[in-house]
């Protein structure tokens, strides 16, 4: 071969036949295109259909307790809206109102929260005349179950909050006699968040005082764990009182 000679000219060309059968494989074995499109479909997992006032029902450890509760609640305040629109009389619709209002006063004290939340109060009044608060809670070894203490939790301080709203509306609209059950109805349900959210504290204070005195802190015992219980008692106590 001569040194004159390009490189490119030395280099024979392939064979035809062979490239049309390489490329006719290629083809043949080339696989169509995977076009992903996104979609608004969760997964059907269990979990996920898990939702809605069914779903919460599942979930509850006590769905009939956590159903009365809404519905003496929710009844309540539908009836003193649509009172209006479907009778005239207003003693009737008076008393309708009053009754679902103290059967939800009662099951929230006495029913609702001992079973959903492990907590309970009342007033008493000792030999002195004087009145206090008694609170009563579950053990901490058993607690709650989460979807029973977030609902009754919510229905504690949302329905006050609703009842306000239309104490406000009853106002601005000069519906003088619509008033006073308005005002029964913030009593009950704000008599009821106060009390729930002071046995709340409460509980929690005699758990972290049960703590501190177990001689449980981090393995310490001694001057050293003596210490530490001192310090989280008053640090939680500090934190939990009103």
Do not use: E, H
């Given at each position: 071969m001569s040194t004159n000679t390009p490189l490119l000219q030395t280099i024979e060309p392939d064979d035809p036949s062979t490239v049309q059968a390489s490329s006719r494989n290629t083809t043949s074995n080339a696989r169509p295109a995977v076009v992903l499109t996104p979609t608004n479909n969760m997964a059907s997992v269990p979990a996920d259909a898990e939702s809605g006032i069914a779903g919460i029902l599942r979930q509850s450890a006590h769905p009939a307790a956590l159903f009365c509760l809404y519905f003496f609640r929710t009844?309540?305040?539908?009836?003193?809206?649509?009172?209006?629109?479907?009778?005239?009389?207003?003693?009737?619709?008076?008393?309708?109102?009053?009754?679902?209002?103290?059967?939800?006063?009662?099951?929230?004290r006495n029913v609702a929260g001992r079973t959903l939340v492990g907590l309970r109060f009342w007033n008493q009044v000792d030999d002195d005349g004087e009145s206090y608060w008694v609170f009563e809670s579950r053990d901490?070894?058993?607690p709650a179950n989460p979807v029973d203490?977030?609902?009754f939790w919510i229905a504690l301080y949302v329905f006050p909050a609703l009842?306000?709203?239309?104490?406000?509306?009853?106002?601005?609209?000069?519906?003088?006699?619509?008033?006073?059950?308005?005002?029964l109805a913030l009593v009950f349900n704000f008599t009821n968040a106060v009390g729930f959210t002071y046995a709340d504290r409460d509980a929690k204070q005699r758990?972290?005082?049960?703590?501190?005195?177990?001689g449980?802190?981090?393995?310490?015992?001694g001057i050293g764990g003596q210490i530490l219980g001192g310090a989280m008692k008053n640090s939680v106590g500090r934190l939990f009182s009103g």
């Open positions: 009844s309540a305040i539908a009836v003193y809206i649509l009172c209006g629109f479907l009778t005239n009389n207003f003693v009737l619709s008076t008393v309708a109102v009053v009754v679902l209002l103290a059967m939800d006063f009662w099951n929230c901490p070894s058993r203490a977030k609902m009842w306000l709203l239309l104490f406000v509306v009853s106002i601005i609209r000069f519906s003088l006699s619509f008033i006073p059950i308005v005002a758990w972290a005082n049960s703590i501190a005195s177990s449980w802190n981090m393995g310490m015992g």
